[in-house]
């Protein structure tokens, strides 16, 4: 197994969220990781399948599957199906993508000379802690614990709505079915397990970039990225799409569910939709609004500095050529770097147009889009398909 030291070498300063934490060494010990990579189809389809096939059979073998079911047939409880067909999955596809990234990215902050030489201990020492604390047991400790309590709260209300498709039995008898229980305590704690694991990995993400943060960056106030620099870091949210859609998929299923079955309107959702959205939006950027004080420290100097270099070689080229003077000290005036007037107003302009933030429209879109698209199908439900799409595209452009 590597260790969290043996990762952040100076051969690449690589750091996975999800290698080698205690729910990886776990499906390691039975077969379901291979030694050398993440076994992320073998695990999606074991996971789902264990969540969902002994409730889909049950109810198809007792009656409860299809319409004609007493009460509410299990296929129209959408919610069942795309938790454990569709979000399980994901939420193994994104340890894919957010491996990838984060394990290519991060050494780009040494790569690029962001951290300096004389910073790079430092750095690797935050990319040690981090791993140090994703390796632990006690966090996990703490989500089983919080699965646990909020199991045992579910079997006390255990006639919720979601599980009507599961009861057998009339008046005093009725009772929950096999499928009922495997739901209750097999399938959604392993459902919000997953889910509890990825809100884990966010923490230890923010963990890291507040740790960056405050290391003595050398940020370029004249970057063209105009984050001085950071601009590869919008890059690290895409590898949390998947999340993102997967939880959005699973509130859109059940409000679609409570559309078509219970006659609530979806104009009454609206405002959880976009509670939802704004929600996302703040948890899944928050790691990266850390950076907002280093880059706004560099602009405000750099603004400063750059201005009164700008000023002097403006002074001096008026003295030169419209005053007439003799210029005796004219190295600015000739320095290759700096060039002519409308150079170094490029270079102050630059510093103008610098971002507070290393986020552009494409971060937003990684978090804003997976979380939005899974709401449509629930809202052409009773709009207009032609009339959503345009109210989108204008609050978009």
């Known amino acids: 197994m590597t260790s969290g030291h043996e990762e952040t070498t100076e051969a690449g300063f690589a750091l996975s969220l999800v290698r080698d934490d205690v729910l990886m060494r776990l499906q390691r010990r039975i077969g379901l990781v291979p030694p050398d990579g993440l076994g992320i189809g073998r695990r999606a389809v074991f996971w789902a399948l264990v969540a969902w096939l002994p409730i889909a059979v049950w109810a198809l073998l007792f009656g409860h599957a299809l319409p004609g079911a007493p009460g509410e047939p299990l296929l129209g409880h959408f919610g069942v199906h795309v938790r454990f067909l569709v979000a399980v999955p994901l939420f193994f596809v994104a340890e894919s993508m957010a491996h990838q990234l984060t394990t290519t990215l991060l050494p780009h902050f040494v790569r690029s000379g962001l951290v300096p030489a004389a910073e790079v201990p430092q750095f690797r020492a935050a990319l040690v802690d981090v791993a140090r604390l994703r390796d632990a047991s006690m966090p996990w400790v703490v989500m089983l614990g919080i699965v646990v309590a909020w199991t045992a709260l579910s079997v006390v209300t ?111 959702l609206r405002g959880s939709m976009i509670a939802f959205v704004v929600l996302v939006v703040v948890l899944f950027l928050a790691p990266y609004l850390v ?55 490029t270079l102050y302009e630059a510093i103008v147009r610098m971002r507070p933030v290393p986020l552009g429209m494409p971060a937003l879109l990684a978090v804003v889009a997976p979380a939005v698209i899974p709401m449509i199908p629930v809202l052409a439900i009773q709009i207009p398909i032609k009339d959503l799409l345009g109210g989108l595209a204008k609050a978009l452009l």
Do not use: C, Q
Request: glycine share 10%; net charge neutral.
């Open 158 to 268: 255990e006639r919720a709505h979601d599980l009507v498709w599961a009861v057998e039995g009339e008046g005093v008898a009725r009772h929950l079915g096999f499928g009922g229980w495997w739901l209750l305590l097999v399938a959604r704690p392993l459902y919000v397990v997953l889910l509890l694991a990825w809100l884990w990995r966010v923490v230890l993400l923010f963990v890291l970039m507040r740790r960056i943060a405050r290391l003595d960056l050398a940020i370029v106030p004249t970057h063209p990225d105009r984050a001085g620099g950071l601009g590869f870091v919008e890059r690290f949210p895409k590898g949390f799409s998947a999340v993102v859609f997967a939880i959005a998929a699973v509130l859109a299923s059940s409000w679609g569910h409570d559309v078509l079955y219970h006659g609530v309107s979806v104009v009454d």
């Open 291 to 345: 950076f907002v004080g280093p880059l706004l420290n560099v602009k405000r100097r750099a603004l400063l500095d750059y201005g009164a270099l700008v000023g002097r070689h403006g002074w001096l080229v008026r003295r030169r050529w419209v005053a007439g003077e003799a210029v005796e000290d004219d190295a600015i005036l000739t320095a290759p770097e700096l060039g002519p007037v409308a150079d170094t107003l």
